[in-house]
């Protein structure tokens, strides 16, 4: 069975600290991979998906970039934080097959102080 | 471009009655997809459907069913008889323009009352 692993489940970051998020897949090849952000009380926000190594595709402008440097590895990154990236980051995957639904992992909760 | 709008920002219930979320869908596409989710206090989104665009048979499962109706661009969630485990973010979210992007809506939280 397939499974998401993310890490960490919850940071407390200084303003301006580099960040770095890991998602891993396990029990599928080649899945689509996306990271969201969940502010407190709102809707989940779309930053990134991949659909193979590389392969990264940016929905909103920020202070966050994304790589994929294995097929199911998926790795949030920031140079240097600002207060407004602090909410909830979710991964998630999705085979490339149509009308499928996306598993989520567990979340990492960010806090930037 | 497309939108998912779910209106209901929290709702509360007291436990055994039934309870209807509500999501309106917006997109220029003929063929995509519609999902509901869960979001317990732990933070993790649990899937709970999916329905295509081309299948607008109502679901059941167990207390919950699904009405999707494209005239009115809806695809509501109906709990019926709630319980306290039903308490939850309920997310609803959209796929389409090549099955790689979904959008979700803002949530309705739903609080149910013992």
């Known amino acids: 069975s397939q499974t998401i692993h993310q890490w960490p489940a919850t940071l407390v970051q200084p303003v301006g600290s580099p960040l770095s998020l890991e998602c891993t897949v396990e029990?599928?090849?080649?899945?689509?991979l996306y990271w969201y952000r969940q502010a407190a009380g709102r809707g989940l926000q779309l930053l990134f998906y991949s659909v193979g190594i590389g392969q990264i595709s940016s929905e909103v402008p920020q202070n966050l970039s994304a790589s994929r440097p294995q097929d199911r590895q998926f790795i949030l990154s920031s140079k240097k934080l600002l207060l407004s990236d602090s909410g909830f980051y979710l991964c998630?995957?999705?085979?490339?097959?149509?009308?499928?639904?996306?598993?989520f992992g567990q979340g990492t909760r960010l806090t930037v102080v | 471009a497309q939108k998912v709008t779910q209106a209901q920002t929290e709702i509360s219930v007291v436990e055994k009655e039934d309870v209807t979320l509500d999501c309106v869908y917006e997109?220029?596409?003929?063929?995509?997809?519609l999902f509901w989710y869960k979001q317990p206090p732990s933070g993790e989104l649990v899937f709970l459907i999916r329905r295509n665009s081309f299948d607008e048979q109502n679901e059941i499962s167990g207390r919950y069913s699904w009405n999707f109706q494209k005239s009115t661009s809806s695809f509501n969630f109906t709990i019926t008889a709630s319980q306290v485990v039903d308490s939850a973010v309920y997310f609803c979210a959209l796929g389409s323009g090549g099955y790689q992007k979904v959008t979700f809506g803002t949530g309705t939280k739903l609080q149910v009352i013992p």
């Open positions: 997109t220029r596409d003929t063929t995509y997809y």
């Open positions: 029990g599928t090849s080649n899945p689509n």
């Open positions: 998630a995957w999705r085979r490339k097959a149509r009308y499928t639904e996306a598993f």
